[in-house]
């Protein structure tokens, strides 16, 4: 049973770039979430995927876009990269008929570093 | 937003004795779910133990048990029989109907186990 798998597993960019992420969910979740961790923070939501569609948006600016195709996978788009940008990306995948008890299912994240 | 917070950056505790680590929240909702995460060096989140706020009895999971003080907005973490593995970052996590699909994560605790 293949869990969450993100891609690449680290990515370096320089300021003004723009980078693409990859990531399909756990087998049988239809449900897509980013989130952005900061060194030595927690992880902040940026928004969830669900029909192909933005169901719901944490506090980014609108430079973070994503998509999500009709297998489920995802991609978070980060156009005119910020030093601030640099952190640790993860996905979380989830199945849209569960309960509010259930947990949000992680990749390993892809680590992004904007110089 | 809601708020999460765990006031300790840094834990340690002996192999095999047992260590609690802290997490309070800021909500006005009755009806709720909090959760666990453990986060080792693999980056990978892996949800360690879940409360539903309705539930009076506080959830175990092996050695894993958390106290949930409903009236102090309070949910620690309590390992019992520490072990080398248990070494990683723990985060404590909200969720709400209101929040929707939003996880709302602290800071994190990073626990060391001394053999």
């Known amino acids: 049973d293949a869990g969450v798998t993100q891609s690449p597993t680290h990515l370096i960019k320089t300021r003004g770039q723009q980078v693409t992420l990859r990531c399909s969910p756990k087998s049988g979740h239809d449900t897509v979430s980013w989130y952005q961790q900061a060194l030595g923070q927690g992880p902040q939501f940026i928004f969830q995927?669900?029909?192909?569609?933005?169901?719901q948006r944490g506090n980014f600016p609108d430079r973070f876009s994503g998509h999500q195709f009709p297998n489920y996978s995802s991609e978070l788009n980060v156009n005119a990269l910020l030093l601030g940008d640099s952190a640790l990306y993860l996905c979380?995948?989830?199945?849209?008929?569960?309960?509010?008890?259930?947990?949000?299912?992680f990749g390993n994240g892809t680590r992004l570093t904007v110089t | 937003a809601q708020t999460v917070t765990q006031s300790q950056p840094e834990m340690s505790v002996q192999e095999a004795e047992t260590v609690t680590l802290s997490c309070t929240y800021d909500t006005s909702e009755s009806d709720y779910y909090l959760f666990w995460y453990k986060q080792p060096p693999s980056r990978q989140m892996i949800l360690v133990i879940r409360?539903?706020?309705?539930?009076?009895q506080n959830a175990t999971e092996n050695r894993f048990s958390v106290n949930f003080q409903k009236a102090a907005k309070s949910f620690s973490l309590k390992i019992s029989d520490s072990q080398l593995g248990d070494a990683a970052m723990y985060f404590c996590a909200y969720r709400s109907p209101r929040t929707g699909n939003q996880f709302y994560f602290g800071t994190g605790t990073s626990l060391t186990v001394i053999p």
């Open positions: 995927y669900y029909e192909e569609e933005e169901r």
């Open positions: 979380a995948s989830s199945w849209a008929g569960s309960s509010y008890n259930s947990p949000l299912h």
């Open positions: 409360q539903e706020a309705y539930k009076q």
